[in-house]
């Protein structure tokens, strides 16, 4: 026996075992952004180009109620349009939604330059249009790389309506600190005339009672109504991008998330970049864009010189800006709650270092009476908190005067966290946004489980052996489900089923074990509409090429795509090892560069928020300071090469680091050419690679949008 290899084994098994599991209840959501939870138990969610949907966790239905016409970014025009962060961004439930089925959105007008808080009545179950009353529109700047708008909506238990906006400012041009450009025409790079302004509704939590007619201003508020150059809906003010908002539903403390800056080092113009999660027991100015963090300041830059001038005294801020329309003299800056930056934290080195992008809430409590309890009664009043950029959740275990005591990880792993939410029952809820930052098809909805509690089910699906039929595997008892529609129908139960003939969408096998939780396998039954074909020919019909050598090629289609937008690629296969189907980075490099954040906005083989990796690798074949060009961008960010919008420094990486992320992409254009824009044309092969072997073969292929791929493949010479 030798008790330390013992240990070694045992540990690991232990560490993983107290992280809580979770049953996959809705999939396939279009980049969703928060969800709110109906005494009924349904889950109600938004998606940001508009749609409203309702999951049924029993079912795991997911059916569209409404599609509210909003602006947002589409990938249509995804290159040129600057509504990135605009489109459907809050929801919450009215607190009597049971009798009442209204719910309130805050959404970007479709033509108008300006976001609106709305409520809205379900009729029939779907979002009625015609029952909008608008309750707040506030105008927005929607132009050169201007972002920030929050968006989070949530009710106290008092019945208030709490509502998070951003500062609305584009923050690329002021180094990484404070965006407090005052020049005329500059306004759009400038906070001071939002989130530091009282007299303007951008950069704030606000706080209104919601009435039949419209809205009431409740008492204790940061400014009484009628206070000059003031709104009487500011709660807090000074936020930067307060992305989802929580209130404790017992002690009535609003927590918030609140993206920060990105500056990666302090200068004479500031402190580095920090995120924040905030606290707010009563209304207060927490400081942006004069300071950050634990009230670190910021210096009043004149961006004509570039020379910093007076710095902000956290005790009395004041606002010199030339655009400020409010007060000068600011109520004082409250430090945040819990404040990380790129680096790793020396207060809070559990939050670890890299991307980030700040979360909070719910509140945590221990019930003994529910059903379900995520955590344990230690942890009795406990914050979660989150961040979509490091796809982790951590517990804030909070004291008898909401002080921080403790914080731990409680999961990590996730998909993107977008909103975490806690209902009567006792379920807590994560809703997950997708492997991308844009044009996600793989949003989810999770139902958390406390670690100690039985494991949920499994289940799988596959075809059965005639014309619609299909079988299904589970430990647990299932059921058959259909959607038609926005409804749903039970056509069976067991391990088989023949499915009736209708005009269904989509089949669920629903296995529910004995504690009452589910697992969903589902198959979509939409005829999907076929795309035409590309069809691809060689000059000649060679059987073989050579390495280096040029072959002309044609494309043809039934409905030709536009040349423009046709690619043509060799791609080399050696003789040994598996093929991955196309370039891709080893499962070492994988595992590396997904640990570094970036594949949140980049893709090997398809645009995304940044530049393709191989059409980098492409671009950059050729030039023998590639290595040395890529390091030192990784290092300062910037925008220009690709398009208008801008890489932030990635200041979690080392320059080690960063030339092996550098190298594994570059690697990705081994082997591969291509050629972009023709249909008739020649296409040259790369050159050999450092190390052939005989027997290789090439892949030719061609790819257009809204067509189906071609390929096919020669040998090598
Ligand atoms: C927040 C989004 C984002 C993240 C995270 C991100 N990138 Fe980028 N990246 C971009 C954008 C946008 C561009 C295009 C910049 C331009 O046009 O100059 C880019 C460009 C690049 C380029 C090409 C630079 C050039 O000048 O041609 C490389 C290489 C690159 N990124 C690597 C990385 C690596 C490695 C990581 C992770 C450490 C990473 N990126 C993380 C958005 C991002």
């Known amino acids: 026996m030798r008790p330390l290899s013992f240990l070694a084994t045992l540990l690991p098994g232990l560490l993983l075992a107290s992280e809580p599991a979770s049953e996959l209840i809705a999939s396939g959501l279009h980049d969703p952004m928060e969800i709110s939870v109906a005494a009924d138990g349904d889950v109600y969610v938004i998606e940001r180009e508009g749609r409203l949907l309702r999951v049924r966790p029993s079912t795991g239905g997911v059916f569209e109620i409404g599609n509210l016409p909003v602006t947002a970014l589409r990938e249509a025009d995804s290159k040129t349009s600057w509504a990135r962060e605009d489109g459907l961004l809050g ?307 909070l004291g008898d005067n909401e002080e921080l005591v403790k914080l731990e990880p409680l999961m990590t792993g996730l998909r993107h966290p977008m909103d975490l939410e806690s209902d009567k029952v006792g379920n807590v809820w994560l809703l997950e946004y997708g492997s991308e930052w844009y044009f996600n098809k793989d949003g989810a909805i999770r139902r958390l489980r406390a670690a100690s509690a039985a494991k949920p089910p499994t289940v799988t699906i596959a075809a059965g052996g005639t014309e619609g039929s299909y079988q299904a595997t589970s430990e647990a008892e299932i059921k058959w489900w259909i959607t038609e529609g926005a409804s749903e129908r039970l056509v069976g139960s067991g391990n088989k089923i023949t499915l009736p003939k209708s005009d269904a969408m989509e089949l669920r096998a629903v296995a529910t074990d004995k504690s009452g939780q589910i697992a969903v396998a589902r198959v979509s039954l939409k005829n999907e509409v076929q795309q035409p074909s590309l069809v691809l020919s060689l000059a000649g019909n060679p059987a073989s090429v050579g390495f280096g050598e040029s072959i002309a090629f044609e494309v043809k289609s039934v409905t030709p795509p536009e040349a423009a937008t046709v690619s043509v690629r060799a791609r080399y296969i050696p003789p040994t090892g598996h093929d991955a189907g196309g370039p891709r980075f080893t499962d070492d490099q994988e595992k590396f560069i997904t640990s570094k954040q970036c594949l949140a906005c980049h893709q090997v083989d398809k645009a995304s928020v940044g530049p393709k990796y191989l059409d980098v690798a492409m671009r950059y074949r050729d030039r023998p300071d590639a290595v040395a060009v890529l390091t030192a961008k990784l290092k300062s960010g910037g925008s220009g090469v690709w398009g208008q919008v801008p890489m932030p420094p990635q200041a979690a990486v080392n320059p080690a680091e960063a030339e092996t992320l550098i190298k594994a992409i570059l690697g990705l254009g081994e082997g591969i050419s291509e050629t972009r824009g023709q249909l008739n044309g020649n296409l040259k092969l790369p050159p050999a690679p450092s190390a052939v072997q005989a027997g290789g073969a090439w892949e030719i292929s061609v790819e257009a949008p809204g067509h189906l791929p071609a390929r096919m493949r020669l040998q090598t010479k």
């Not at 309890?373 to 517990?395: E, G, P, Q």
């Open 91 to 397: 929801l919450a439930l009215d607190p009597a939604f049971t009798k009442n089925r209204r719910l309130y959105l805050y959404y970007s007008d479709p033509v108008k330059l300006l976001n609106r808080l709305s409520r809205f009545t379900l009729k029939d179950g779907k979002l009625d249009l015609a029952s909008e009353l608008s309750l707040l529109e506030i105008p927005t700047d929607r132009r050169d790389r201007v972002c920030h708008h929050g968006g989070s909506i949530a009710f106290g238990p008092d019945g208030l309506l709490y509502l998070s906006t951003g500062d609305n400012t584009n923050p690329f041009e002021s180094g990484g600190y404070a965006p407090i450009d005052d020049r005329e025409g500059r306004d759009h790079t400038n906070a001071m005339r939002s989130a530091g302004n009282t007299n303007d509704l951008r950069g704030k939590v606000l706080r209104i009672r919601p009435t039949e007619k419209g809205y009431e201003i409740p008492a204790g508020n940061l400014f009484p109504k009628g206070t000059a150059k003031t709104r009487p809906e500011i709660y807090v003010m000074g936020c930067r991008n307060p992305f989802r908002i929580s209130i404790d539903p017992k002690k009535n403390v609003l927590y918030w998330g609140e993206v920060g800056p990105d500056a990666s080092d302090a200068n004479d113009h500031g402190p580095r970049g920090h995120d924040e999660v905030n606290q707010a027991r009563k209304a207060g100015n927490f400081g942006w864009p004069f300071v950050i963090g634990d009230n670190k300041p910021y210096a009043i830059v004149d961006f004509a010189t570039g020379k910093a001038g007076v710095m902000t005294d956290p005790a009395a801020p004041k606002n010199p800006s030339t655009h400020n329309t409010g007060l000068v003299d600011l109520p004082p800056a409250n430090k945040a709650f819990i404040w990380y930056p790129y680096a790793a934290s020396e207060e809070f080195p559990v939050l670890g270092s890299g991307g980030r992008n700040a979360m909070a809430g719910p509140v945590f409590y221990y019930d003994s009476s529910r059903k379900w309890n995520l955590l344990d009664k230690s942890d009795d009043h406990t914050l979660l908190t989150y961040d979509w950029m490091r796809s982790t959740i951590w517990k804030a275990k």
